[in-house]
């Protein structure tokens, strides 16, 4: 069946003249039906382990759009979680996690092995969605980059700048260690136990590598993915994987070739053109209209549409955003960028 699906054809290295497409957080509160189901689960964490609920935020896109892919609905913060974290979200706010600030609270952490009980009810999800989905269309599981899960894990809520991780890397460098070495271990076991359970595509998400400059970026955003990849490939050698380091900048040149990607994600920070002479060059890229055309809609949303996709007409590429749709979306715009798309 993979050579039937659109997005692994692109994740093998194919040229299509419509790429296959699909929307980071597509399954999410731009939808009235997402609203409806969140509302029955009673809060967010009880969305994400409730296989039946999660399974059908998953396929509510897919439902409503036809997208080339689905993506497993959960949360970069359940590994954490699993790990020993106190999480809970806090109503228009978002996440809040207890910290980790010194080695002790690295003591009160779980193996990477231990996680998978924890875990179960986001495998039963993968399982459900892969009844589900119509043959034609892949499933993606994810998981958040090691140095981004960190940045969460440290403040104890995300942060404008990352400062709370910068200050611990630099100032305790052995628990930051120790900690990122932790995330990347428990990803690693993620990660698998989602292929195991019927994900074709993983992605990890590094949402705050832009953060990282210079060594610091090779060290804690390019080195953990390419321990993460090499692994799975091990593993797993026939599934493939997409890299996203957001805001990477130049970093994102040569990123697929040292992680050992099939694929390499980019925010909208770089452009379609520059991508296409320093990226694509290597493979498949996906990207990367800005999230603000699905608010905005109009002529502009029609042109960028179409000049993304022509600029990366030469090479594999999968259509998406450069980051993820944002609740304000009107849904009738991703209606026309997909008509767009695809004529």
Not at 157 to 185: K, S, V
Not at 191 to 212: H, M, P
Not at 326 to 339: F, G, H, I, R, Y
Request: hydrophobic content about 45%; proline content about 7%; some cysteine.
């Amino acid at each position: 069946m993979a050579q039937t699906k659109k997005l692994l054809k692109a994740l093998a290295g194919e040229t299509q003249a419509i790429p296959p497409v699909w929307m980071m957080r597509q399954a999410g509160r731009y939808l009235p039906e997402y609203k409806a189901t969140r509302a029955k689960a009673g809060d967010f964490l009880s969305l994400c382990y409730t296989p039946e609920l999660a399974a059908e935020v998953t396929m509510q896109p897919i439902r409503r759009f036809g997208f080339d892919a689905a993506i497993l609905f959960a949360d970069i913060l359940l590994i954490p979680q699993a790990l020993g974290a106190d999480l809970w979200f806090v109503t228009g706010e978002g996440p809040r996690l207890s910290t980790i600030t010194g080695p002790d609270g690295l003591l009160m952490m779980k193996g990477a092995q231990d996680i998978h009980t924890h875990l179960a009810p986001v495998y039963e999800t993968i399982r459900l969605v892969r009844e589900q989905l119509p043959p034609e269309v892949a499933l993606i599981g994810f998981a958040g980059a090691p140095w981004t899960v960190a940045t969460y894990m440290i403040a104890g809520r995300g942060t404008p700048d990352q400062a709370p991780a910068h200050m611990l890397r630099t100032g305790d460098p052995t628990t930051f260690n120790r900690l990122i070495d932790l995330i990347t271990e428990a990803t690693i076991e993620y990660l698998s136990a989602q292929i195991d359970a019927g994900a074709e595509v993983v992605k990890l998400f590094d949402s705050w590598a832009g953060s990282l400059k210079g060594e610091a970026f090779d060290r804690y955003a390019l080195a953990p993915a390419k321990r993460i990849i090499g692994a799975l490939k091990n593993r797993h050698p026939d599934i493939p994987v997409i890299a996203f380091p957001r805001e990477a900048g130049e970093h994102y040149i040569g990123f697929a070739r040292a992680t050992g990607a099939d694929c390499v994600a980019l925010d909208n920070s770089v452009s379609a053109e520059w991508a296409v002479r320093n990226v694509q060059k290597d493979g498949c890229v996906q990207g990367n209209l800005a999230p603000s055309h699905m608010v905005t809609g109009g002529q502009a949303l029609i042109d960028e549409t179409l000049r993304i996709r022509d600029a990366f007409a030469g090479g594999p590429h999968i259509f998406n955003l450069g980051h993820g749709i944002t609740p304000d979306a009107d849904p009738e715009n991703v209606s026309l960028m997909l008509k767009t798309l695809r004529g």
